[in-house]
């Protein structure tokens, strides 16, 4: 294989401090490099910078720069929206393998960090660069954002249910779908998430979604161990069972 010059600018190689190697999500593993030859993902991987976000500090100049690509590469960060009244709503979840952008203007998201994070900015231009040479890239990328946005237009539908014990368990089976663990008891959700926080991923109280955890508690819809929620599988089957006509709708349209 002939090699190429990295499409990272020099500034970019020159300020961006390398996470151990140890703990970091390998760029072989994300999605967005599925298909690319491993060989040049990993003389990628020595070129390409991450920067460290300890939990609970403000976020660091060169993750809010515009016209970059931005990927989770260790850690767990909330992306927040604000609404017309002036409340914040938690709409996305970021775990290692997630992206979010600036390119094409717009502005950075509120984003905080949920646990210490490390995080990979790429300018547009060196985007560009890849994509040239690998356009399996293009595809992958335009997948992640087609899929956040379909995810995006769950949790407007999900935030609009009117009662707060409605909303949090649809929350809980759509956050089960991507971040639950399986047991012989049922999924398991182990997001680590305050009620405080929990009450921003479905617009309410913490108060009013402290109650409805014990309204779901009683009903049997969940177990909650500490901060680890357990679904059990009847539930999850009958949630199955009553989104499957929505879903042969989606997919029909």
């Known amino acids: 294989m002939t090699t190429q010059a990295s499409p990272l600018p020099p500034a970019e190689q020159r300020t961006l401090r390398l996470a151990p190697t140890t703990t970091r999500l390998p760029l072989s593993r994300m999605e967005l490099f599925a298909g690319l030859p ?8 020595c070129r390409l910078g991450v920067v460290r976000w300890p939990n609970g500090a403000d976020t660091p100049e060169p993750l809010e720069r515009p016209d970059h690509l931005y990927l989770v590469r260790e850690g767990r960060l909330a992306m927040f929206e604000r609404t017309g009244p002036g409340h914040e709503i938690m709409i996305a979840l970021l775990e290692p393998g ?9 502005k950075p998201p509120t984003l905080t ?22 356009p399996r890239l293009g595809r992958n990328l335009a997948g992640m954002l087609s899929e956040r946005c379909g995810v995006l237009a769950q949790t407007v539908a999900l935030v609009s249910e009117i009662r ?15 971040f639950g663990v ?35 508690k009683a009903r049997g819809d969940v177990v909650l161990e500490g901060r680890s929620i357990l679904i059990p599988w009847d539930v999850v089957r009958a949630h199955e069972e009553a989104m499957a006509p929505l879903a042969a709708i989606t997919t029909s349209s």
Not at 113 to 134: F, H, K, Q
Request: hydrophobic share 40%.
């Open 182 to 216: 399986t047991t012989r008891e049922g999924i398991r959700l182990r997001l680590e998430l305050t009620h405080a926080q929990w009450a921003s991923l479905v617009g309410a109280s913490r108060e009013a979604v402290t109650t409805a955890f014990g309204k779901l």
């Open 38 to 45: 491993e060989r040049d993902l990993e003389m990628l991987e």
């Open 113 to 134: 960090t949920l646990e210490s994070s490390a995080v990979s900015p790429l300018p547009g231009r060196a985007i560009e660069g890849l994509m040239a040479r690998y």
């Open 98 to 106: 997630s992206i979010w952008s600036t390119l094409g203007g717009v």
């Open 164 to 178: 707060v014990e409605d909303r949090l368990r649809a929350r809980l089976h759509q956050l089960a779908e991507r």
